[in-house]
């Protein structure tokens, strides 16, 4: 098989199984996810691998809220999604870094904390959409929204979660120094959780905002930046489906930027769920001719690379 340059996209459930929150059940996850991607890494490919943070990220923010006194007061948003990266990049580059020793392979995997400027303009503001942090029933949500004002909305019925604004990223602040360290032959680990929301001022500083960029469009930056070939979105399905959980409802195994721009628009991608994936997947599919994305599960990644899963998102 031709060496490829893969962004491989891990969702929530390559982090957390259900809602056991705890550090060492989340290792876990983290190593049978790396033992998942060593396949892809023993069959010559280049990974960089960017990942979900949104339960990580409720739980320290609810922590930050919890201990927060007038000489420990609670972190921002922002540097909340950094806290997050730190340790969920922590894990994934120690559960990789030992799935390869174990198969001896010599390569050294680099974590780094990355910023995706975002719009300070950008509609997201007033309108937020992205669930981070655990699932509440209809009625914890509301006693929690009328005792902090945070916004709640339900979440393609698995349950109530709050939302945040989740700004669309113009670009990665390290992307030249990521590019650098693929070329180099570093497995790379990045854009944890989209990447830190930031906006540039008109100096050129940066400033953190309260916001979470969605993790498959960050990704799909991420993935224009070092030039891969495929852009891979893990979730929890293997295919992408139309009329989803409905008598009628049809797995798409191959299908065209244009076909899905239509199956977008009459509706059957829930936002905050498969609709970003998809638009992450039609965004870098005509980024570049030849450009490639596909969308399935962890387990069926290394099959979807061969062509034998998943739904394979082309330009034509």
Not at 56 to 81: H, R, S, W
Request: proline letters at 5%; a negative charge; aromatic letters at 4%.
């Amino acid at each position: 098989m031709e060496q490829q340059r893969i962004v491989i996209a891990l969702g929530g459930n390559a982090i957390q199984i259900g809602n056991e929150a705890t550090a060492k059940a989340q290792q876990e996850a983290c190593f049978r996810t790396a033992q998942q991607l060593l396949q892809i890494i023993q069959a010559g490919h280049e990974i960089v691998v960017a990942h979900g943070n949104g339960p990580q990220v409720g739980n320290i923010m609810l922590q930050q809220e919890a201990a927060k006194t007038d000489k420990t007061p609670a972190m921002p948003f922002d540097t909340c999604g950094a806290m997050s990266q730190g340790e969920i990049g922590y894990w994934l580059q120690q559960a990789v870094g030992n799935v390869m020793r174990q198969a001896d392979i010599q390569k050294t995997v680099a974590s780094i904390i990355s910023q995706s400027i975002v719009d300070p303009q950008d509609p997201a503001f007033t309108n937020p959409t992205k669930p981070v942090g655990p699932f509440y029933t209809e009625e914890e949500a509301k006693r929690i929204a009328d005792e902090t004002g945070y916004t709640f909305k339900e979440d393609a019925g698995r349950g109530w979660r709050r939302v945040v604004p989740s700004p669309i990223p113009q670009t990665i602040v390290e992307g030249n120094m990521l590019h650098h360290l693929v070329q180099s032959g570093f497995i790379v680990i990045a854009v944890g959780g989209g990447g830190i929301p930031v906006i540039q001022d008109e100096k050129g500083d940066l400033h953190g905002v309260e916001a979470v960029i969605d993790k498959d469009l960050g990704a799909e930056k991420l993935a224009e930046l070092v030039d891969a070939d495929i852009l891979l979105i893990l979730t929890a399905v293997e295919r992408v489906a139309i009329n989803f959980n409905k008598p009628n409802q049809q797995e798409l195994s191959k299908v065209s930027t244009t076909e899905m721009q239509r199956l977008m628009e009459e509706g059957h991608f829930a936002p905050g769920s498969m609709l970003p994936k998809v638009k992450a997947a039609m965004s870098f599919a005509m980024s570049k001719p030849g450009r490639k994305a596909i969308i399935t599960s962890l387990e069926r990644a290394f099959d979807a690379i061969q062509g034998n899963a998943g739904t394979l998102v082309i330009h034509e």
